[in-house]
């Protein structure tokens, strides 16, 4: 059985950092990419970024280009997202997902992600 659970979410200020988990079980984790999305509410779910665990490759939306960073530990099947100098427009709900070998990033969306868990909360106080 397939599980993906998210956490680490909050209510941070702008400027500050939170660091997401995505804990995996139920499939071969290094076979399979992992991606994160939110959704804001009144918005359309946005591709935020992705790690192949096959090849470690890494891909982030332009809107978190080099204030988020992606990494993965095998060893605990667990994907962080480190979110640093937070934006009040970075709040939404964030979800974690996960599809065979490649993110398939394009049109800001992940395609070809499978499973998807529930999203974690995270506020940005201006």
């Known amino acids: 059985d397939v599980q993906l659970q998210a956490s680490g979410g909050g209510l941070v200020q702008a400027g500050g950092s939170l660091r997401l988990s995505c804990v995996t079980s139920?499939?071969?984790?290094?076979?399979?990419?992992i991606g994160w999305s939110r959704q804001a509410p009144g918005k359309e779910r946005e591709a935020v970024s992705c790690i192949s665990n096959s090849d470690g490759y890494t891909v982030y939306s332009d809107s978190v280009k080099d204030r988020f960073t992606i990494s993965s530990d095998n060893a605990k099947n667990t994907v962080y997202l480190q979110m640093d100098s937070l934006k009040y427009e970075d709040t939404a709900v964030y979800y974690c997902?996960?599809?065979?070998?490649?993110?398939?990033?394009?049109?800001?969306?992940?395609?070809?992600?499978?499973?998807w868990g529930k999203g974690t909360q995270v506020t940005v106080s201006s």
């Open positions: 139920g499939f071969t984790f290094d076979d399979y990419a």
């Open positions: 997902a996960a599809g065979p070998f490649f993110c398939g990033y394009s049109g800001g969306n992940f395609h070809g992600m499978d499973h």
